[in-house]
Nanobody
Framework: QLHVVESGGGLVQPGGSLRLSCAASGGTLNYNTVAWFRQAPGKEREGVHCISGRLANPNYLTSVKGRFTVSRGLANNMVFLKIANLEPEDSGIYYC????????????????????WGQGTQVTVVS
């Protein structure tokens, strides 16, 4: 069974950047749509960015754009989320989620559409 594990979170100052990693084991991320979600304390989990399973097209899941970049690793068993110019509002737990690619390429926006979830990695942005 596919398992995904996030890493790369940490404590950063506003304006800094991070690259989060999602690594797969027990299977491959090939032909899986992979999405990043985040959850801040006291708030609901929200989608951030994703990369589609068939064509590796990036899609934003929220209105927050421009500072987030999603990409696949060359071996296709890793997906990355780069966050630039971090803001305190970006703080939270970031989760990687995967689901098998759909017949029509694209990303699901709802968290309940994803089957495989990691435990999350904490991002804290503070001066």
């Amino acid at each position: 069974q596919l398992h995904v594990v996030e890493s790369g979170g940490g404590l950063v100052q506003p304006g800094g950047s991070l690259r989060l990693s999602c690594a797969a084991s027990g299977g491959t991320l090939n032909y899986n749509t992979v999405a990043w979600f985040r959850q801040a304390p006291g708030k609901e989990r929200e989608g951030v960015h994703c990369i589609s399973g068939r064509l590796a097209n990036p899609n934003y899941l929220t209105s927050v754009k421009g500072r987030f970049t999603v990409s696949r690793g060359l071996a296709n068993n890793m997906v990355f989320l780069k966050i630039a110019n971090l803001e305190p509002e970006d703080s939270g737990i970031y989760y990687c989620a995967a689901e098998p690619a759909r017949a029509q390429d694209g990303c699901a926006a709802e968290s309940n559409e994803y089957t495989y979830w990691g435990q999350g990695t904490q991002v804290t942005v503070v001066s």
